[in-house]
């Protein structure tokens, strides 16, 4: 079964500065993965997906995420961090194009310094 | 405005009382799930559903039911047999598996008391 790895529970950057949130996951094909991003007592909102091909993603809010499957990792950057993307970031993988299971990471919580 | 609307926000519950949680979607999608998030734990999938009338089990779904009549709704019970029902429930839904964007509502947070 595939899984799910996001090492920092909590990462904490000054406004302006870069950011980088590391997420790894276990599956022995080509994944389907994707970042949300989740504001407190909110839903969840897609920030990006990689599926294939180019493996720099582009997403909204300025972040992109880079697919590394040397290192089964897809780990989220934004190069200049603002207050208000402070919130909960959540990795997740997909395991095929027929499935319907998502599995989450447990999440790295962003707090921005002003 | 196409969405998932997800009611009540808040919902409290007596120990031993069954409680149903409301997920409508008019973005005309096949497949809808439910997670379950408890603080520190990710999301983890409670049931999901491909087409009306069918449903599959997640990975936690001891406790709960649902069921799926309609296209647009996914009500999901939160029945006395599920041990720890305190948490944040969300809804999903996507056009068909998951390889299509997920829309998620803004989710209920139910409490036992």
């Known amino acids: 079964a595939q899984s799910v790895t996001q090492p920092d529970i909590h990462i904490t950057v000054s406004e302006g500065a870069s950011l980088e949130l590391r997420c790894n996951y276990s599956?022995?094909?080509?994944?389907?993965l994707f970042w949300y991003v989740q504001s407190p007592g909110q839903g969840l909102q897609l920030l990006l997906k990689?599926?294939?091909?180019?493996?720099l993603v582009q997403g909204i809010k300025g972040f992109e995420a880079e697919f590394k499957r040397s290192q089964s990792s897809f780990n989220l950057r934004k190069p200049s961090v603002h207050w208000s993307d402070a919130a909960e970031y959540f990795c997740?993988?997909?395991?095929?194009?027929?499935?319907?299971?998502?599995?989450f990471g447990k999440g790295t919580k962003l707090s921005v310094i002003p | 405005d196409g969405g998932i609307t997800q009611s009540p926000k808040y919902l409290f519950r007596k120990e031993g009382q069954n409680v149903t949680l409301s997920c409508e979607q008019n973005?005309?999608?096949?497949?809808m799930y439910w997670y379950r998030q408890d603080p520190g734990q990710g999301l983890r999938l409670i049931y999901y559903?491909?087409?009306?009338?069918?449903?599959q089990k997640g990975d936690i779904a001891e406790g709960y039911s649902v069921s799926r009549e309609k296209k647009e709704s996914f009500p999901l019970t939160v029945t006395s047999a599920q041990k720890n029902p305190t948490a944040f429930y969300l809804c999903?839904?996507?056009?068909?598996?998951?390889?299509?964007?997920?829309?998620f509502g803004q989710g209920t947070r139910l409490t036992v008391v």
């Open positions: 999903a839904s996507s056009r068909q598996g998951l390889v299509t964007e997920a829309f």
């Open positions: 599956y022995g094909a080509t994944p389907y």
């Open positions: 990689y599926f294939s091909g180019d493996t």
């Open positions: 997740a993988v997909v395991a095929g194009a027929g499935s319907y299971q998502l599995t």
């Open positions: 973005l005309n999608h096949d497949a």
């Open positions: 559903s491909q087409i009306v009338n069918d449903f």
